[in-house]
Nanobody
Framework: QVQLVESGGGLVQVGGSLRLSCAASGRTFSDYAMGWFRQVPGKEREFVAAITWSGVHTYYAVSVKGRFTISRDNAKNTGYLQMNNLKPEDTAVYYC???????????WGQGTQVTVSS
């Protein structure tokens, strides 16, 4: 059974940083792309960042480019999202996802709350 477990969310002030982690189990982590998404109540889930299975290629939403960095450690079966210079509009539940391509995901984590206070 594939499981993705996010951690690292919390409350941070504007301009602060957080690093989210996504621990994967149940299948070979390094065979799959990984993505991060976020969702605010009442709005659709939106793409944040993605990384290919090898880690060579990364993709970002315009709103986070230059502030967020996605990475992965295949030896640890863990993906990361480093978030710097956080803004109130980054407040959301953040989800990691695993899939065959960076635009196609079949497993999702349960989410972790990130709150940026001004």
């Amino acid at each position: 059974q594939v499981q993705l477990v996010e951690s690292g969310g919390g409350l941070v002030q504007v301009g602060g940083s957080l690093r989210l982690s996504c621990a994967a189990s149940g299948r070979t982590f390094s065979d799959y792309a990984m993505g991060w998404f976020r969702q605010v109540p009442g709005k659709e889930r939106e793409f944040v960042a993605a990384i290919t299975w090898s880690g060579v290629h990364t993709y970002y939403a315009v709103s986070v480019k230059g502030r967020f960095t996605i990475s992965r450690d295949n030896a640890k079966n863990t993906g990361y999202l480093q978030m710097n210079n956080l803004k109130p509009e980054d407040t959301a539940v953040y989800y990691c996802a695993s899939g065959v391509r960076t635009d196609e995901y079949d497993y999702w984590g349960q989410g972790t709350q990130v709150t940026v206070s001004s």
